[in-house]
C-alpha cells in the first residue's frame, strides 16, 4: 500500500514538473478573433488583415488577390456589369 501512495505522488510530481517545462498554449477562449471579409468578385472569406483592400465608386472592397481585384473593377467597368 505505502508503495502505491508513493508510486501516486511520484506520477503527481512528474506531470506538475511536465507543466512547468511545457506550459500549454493559451486556450482558443482567449484569443482574438479573427475578422474575416468576403471578396465580392469570387465570394471567398479570408482574414481581413492578410486581404488587399481596394476603394471603388467611395466603398471599401475586400479581395483575396490583386488579381481578383482587377476582374472585379473589370466587371464593374464593362456595360454588362452591375
Do not use: C, W
Not at 20 to 47: K, L, W
Not at 53 to 66: D, L
Amino acid at each position: 500500500m505505502g508503495r502505491l501512495a508513493l508510486f501516486g505522488i511520484a506520477v503527481i510530481l512528474l506531470i506538475l514538473i511536465a507543466r512547468a517545462i511545457f506550459p500549454t498554449r493559451s486556450s482558443s477562449a482567449e484569443q482574438e478573433p479573427i475578422e474575416m471579409v468576403m471578396d465580392p468578385n469570387n465570394g471567398v472569406y479570408i482574414p481581413k488583415s492578410e486581404a488587399i483592400k481596394k476603394t471603388i465608386a467611395g466603398k471599401e472592397h475586400y479581395f483575396s488577390s490583386e488579381q481578383s481585384a482587377e476582374e472585379f473593377i473589370n466587371k464593374k467597368k464593362s456595360p454588362s456589369g452591375k
